[in-house]
Nanobody, 119 residues
Framework: QVQLVESGGGLVQAGGSLRLSCAAS????????MGWLRQAPGKEREFVAS????????FYADSVKGRFTISRDNTKNTLYLQMTSLKPEDTAVYYC????????????WGQGTQVTVSS
């Protein structure tokens, strides 16, 4: 079974920064495209960012462009999301995902890590 484990979430004030990490159990899945998605209470799951197998190509939701950076270290089987200039509306559970079937959908998901941004 594929395992993706997120970490790095927490409580931060508006304008602050956090870096999320996602450790994969098998390199075969970090050798595919990966992404981050989030879900806030009462809202639909929302795409945040994606990255190609090599890390050479990235794609971001308009809501996070210029503030978030997705990256990967394939030698460590780890995916990252660097979040800066955080806003209260960024509050959500953040999930990493592997093996895209479309730009926004994936075959495998982590359990999520909570990010809370206070005003």
């Amino acid at each position: 079974q594929v395992q993706l484990v997120e970490s790095g979430g927490g409580l931060v004030q508006a304008g602050g920064s956090l870096r999320l990490s996602c450790a994969a159990s098998a390199r075969t899945f970090t050798s595919t495209g990966m992404g981050w998605l989030r879900q806030a209470p009462g809202k639909e799951r929302e795409f945040v960012a994606s990255i190609s197998t090599s890390g050479s190509r990235t794609f971001y939701a308009d809501s996070v462009k210029g503030r978030f950076t997705i990256s990967r270290d394939n030698t460590k089987n780890t995916l990252y999301l660097q979040m800066t200039s955080l806003k209260p509306e960024d509050t959500a559970v953040y999930y990493c995902a592997a093996e895209p079937t479309t730009l926004y959908t994936y075959n495998y998901w982590g359990q999520g890590t909570q990010v809370t941004v206070s005003s």
